[in-house]
């Protein structure tokens, strides 16, 4: 073994040890103190980061957005402080359900479990038998050890092999050579999923249930000082977050800082529902645009395609981004 390969064993070995013990000793479990206790009057840090969505992995920026906080930990409690840090998981959104729903979509139209040909294009099953060999099973990609076997794999699949959310995958662009088509059953795949697992995200509860363990456990793998106890998840889901959610609002409402009443937004008539930003597959910062519209009455005689109007004014309504330049005008 190389003396790189052993130092680096090493710290691996002193880290484990490192974790089990906090684990051990509880030692980021942070309780309220008793009101007449020393600890009462200690000083408290409390720290936390905007919730990772739950619709893939963590993908490596999290590490950089969770180092900030653990850093702050760190040196708050080196300052005698008693730090709270806790953790939730954002499952709020479209995100999930549009995924869950792709797999729906793609497992009826492509059979029970997809299968692609070299050109990264979904077959049915009755095409299939009419392209004998040209289709390929997908690779099991949680028995991919070395990096040249997840290189070639990268290759042969001809999509991308990254830890990354399946929203970033789904509008990141085509592989070169790919058919242009980006499969949400390929996506699965590539976050290290089987077949058989693979359908069972076709139940959007399932995500929630799924990708917050995988989460946890990779956070944990770094030795974060979080409050384990403390992680949640958003939505009804929880009922216990769901009310504390509602609490803020009807509190907010009560002082006056939240009304009713219409507002312009972009909508999913797929869904029912207003898609925000971040919810979409494609299409962000698209917003809701302002037009101006301009009455242009038509003048009498009505032509022959008007005179239905009888009597009634006829108006010509015309759109624009630019009002002050339609000043004077008499025609469009």
Not at 170 to 190: C, D, E, F, L
């Amino acid at each position: 073994m190389a003396a790189d390969d052993r130092r680096r064993k090493r710290l691996r070995d002193i880290e484990k040890r490192a974790q089990q013990r906090w684990e051990a000793e509880k030692t980021f479990h942070v309780d309220a103190p008793p009101a007449e206790s020393l600890e009462a009057s200690q000083e408290k840090f409390f720290v936390t980061i905007p919730y990772p969505y739950v619709n893939g992995n963590l993908h490596i920026g999290w590490a950089f957005y969770f180092c900030k906080a653990e850093f702050a930990t760190g040196y708050e409690r080196l300052k005698g402080k008693i730090c709270l840090f806790p953790i939730g998981f954002h499952c709020t959104g479209l995100r999930v359900l549009a995924c869950a729903q792709k797999l729906k979509s793609e497992n009826e139209k492509f059979g029970d479990v997809p299968k692609f040909n070299l050109d990264g294009e979904a077959v049915t099953d009755a095409s299939r038998s009419s392209a004998s060999g040209s289709c390929q099973d997908e690779p099991d990609s949680t028995k991919m050890r070395s990096k040249t076997e997840r290189q070639q794999v990268q290759k042969e699949c001809k999509c991308m092999w990254a830890v990354c959310e399946c929203h970033h995958l789904s509008s990141a662009g085509n592989h070169p050579g790919h058919s242009g088509t980006v499969y949400q059953w390929r996506i699965m795949k590539s976050q290290g999923l089987h077949d058989k697992e693979i359908k069972e995200f076709i139940d959007p509860m399932h995500w929630f249930q799924y990708f917050p363990q995988k989460a946890t456990s990779d956070l944990m793998s770094m030795g974060l000082k979080i409050d384990w106890r403390r992680s949640f998840i958003t939505t009804d889901a929880n009922p216990y977050y769901d009310m504390f959610i509602k609490w803020q609002f009807q509190h907010l409402k009560k002082l006056g800082h939240l009304d009713y009443g219409p507002r312009y937004t972009i909508y999913t008539p797929k869904l029912c529902q207003p898609c925000p930003d971040h919810d979409r597959r494609s299409g962000h910062d698209v917003d809701c645009q302002e037009y101006t519209l301009i009455k242009l009455r038509v003048k009498t005689p009505l032509p022959e395609k008007l005179v239905f109007a009888g009597d009634k004014p006829v108006f010509l309504v015309a759109a624009t981004l630019r009002p002050e330049t339609m000043y004077g005008q008499t025609n469009c």
